[in-house]
């Protein structure tokens, strides 16, 4: 019997969560007759009085007012809202990892309320559905301190040593470097076609200051200032350099001849842009002419 009455309640707030919000509400014949629905025969209706007098005392705060309802959930609907659309921004979550979270998630309103979201639902591209066992994988190297076996396309499998991990432009990333070089390196999830974990201890401690400093050079710093549109053409095409020059501007969109991206022309950009030598070229002359000048600044220290 008393494993009745726990299973009991634990259907009634499920029922109060799903069926009632500010606007919506229950009556004692309604609670009555979902309880019944699911297999629970309620032949006192003493009992559900006294079920919500026990949830009330336990924290949870419930009020009547022509039908019963609860009166507080974990999130609001706009904080879910925000979550769902956090979530579902997302480009490289496929539409069963998706589904999954969304599901998850609406267990926290009612139905009225998620029939409400699903009008006002998000669509996006999805495509990795290995994308959150690697997010795993990383946390868990990230937390004990030891490496993962990482393979791109078009590359030997390497041995890396994750530090953080970040989001922007709605992909995620994270950082590392390899073993006995303290470099930071960071990767995109969705260009990594396999990873594992390794039993290998990182030996090197690169501070939390250093890491977050590149963090902001490789995301923010391109796009400080006066904003440009720069035309890149590639002038030796190659998956990885396609891959890595997406890495390096995340905000970058591909061309039929190279990528358009919109940055603050500086000298951080151009150091950026002469890690490519002769692969890549900038199509606009007055950035090119800047960028020559800058070239010309370098050779002259030498």
């Known amino acids: 019997m008393e494993k009745n009455n726990k299973k009991r309640l634990l259907l009634l707030l499920e029922i109060l969560r799903k069926k009632t919000d500010g606007n919506s509400r229950i009556s004692l014949n309604g609670i009555i007759s979902e309880l019944e629905a699911r297999g629970i025969d309620v032949s006192n209706r003493k009992t559900i009085y006294d079920d919500i007098k026990t949830l009330n005392e336990c924290g949870y705060d419930i009020e009547y007012d022509e039908g019963y309802y609860l009166l507080e959930a974990p999130f609001s609907l706009s904080e879910i809202?925000?979550?769902?659309d956090s979530v579902n921004?997302?480009?490289?979550?496929?539409?069963?990892?998706?589904?999954?979270l969304n599901d998850k998630l609406s267990a926290f309103i009612s139905e009225d309320e998620e029939k409400l979201l699903n009008r006002l639902s998000y669509t996006s591209r999805h495509k990795d559905r290995k994308l959150l066992q690697r997010m795993e994988d990383i946390l868990e190297a990230i937390r004990t301190g030891k490496g993962v076996y990482i393979k791109k396309k078009d590359s030997d499998r390497q041995l890396v040593f994750p530090l953080f991990l970040h989001r922007s432009n709605d992909y995620y990333y994270f950082y590392c470097h390899y073993e006995d070089n303290d470099r930071l390196y960071h990767y995109r999830f969705d260009n990594i076609i396999d990873l594992q974990l390794a039993d290998i201890k990182d030996t090197l401690s690169i501070p939390r200051s250093r890491i977050l400093s590149v963090i902001e050079a490789s995301t923010d710093s391109y796009h400080k200032g006066r904003n440009e549109t720069v035309?890149?053409?590639?002038?030796?095409?190659?998956?990885?350099?396609?891959?890595?020059?997406?890495?390096d501007f995340p905000n970058a969109i591909k061309t039929k001849?190279?990528?358009?991206?919109?940055?603050?022309?500086?000298?951080?950009?151009?150091?950026?842009?002469?890690?490519?030598?002769?692969?890549?070229?900038?199509?606009?002359?007055?950035?090119?002419?800047?960028?020559?000048?800058?070239?010309?600044?370098?050779?002259?220290?030498?």
């Open 257 to 302: 001849n190279g990528f358009s991206i919109i940055v603050s022309v500086n000298d951080l950009f151009f150091s950026k842009i002469l890690a490519y030598g002769k692969d890549i070229k900038i199509s606009d002359p007055q950035t090119a002419d800047k960028y020559k000048k800058y070239l010309k600044e370098v050779l002259g220290l030498y």
């Open 81 to 84: 809202k925000i979550i769902q």
């Open 231 to 247: 035309v890149i053409e590639v002038l030796n095409p190659s998956e990885y350099l396609n891959e890595r020059f997406l890495d």
């Open 89 to 100: 921004s997302l480009k490289n979550l496929d539409n069963k990892l998706l589904k999954d």
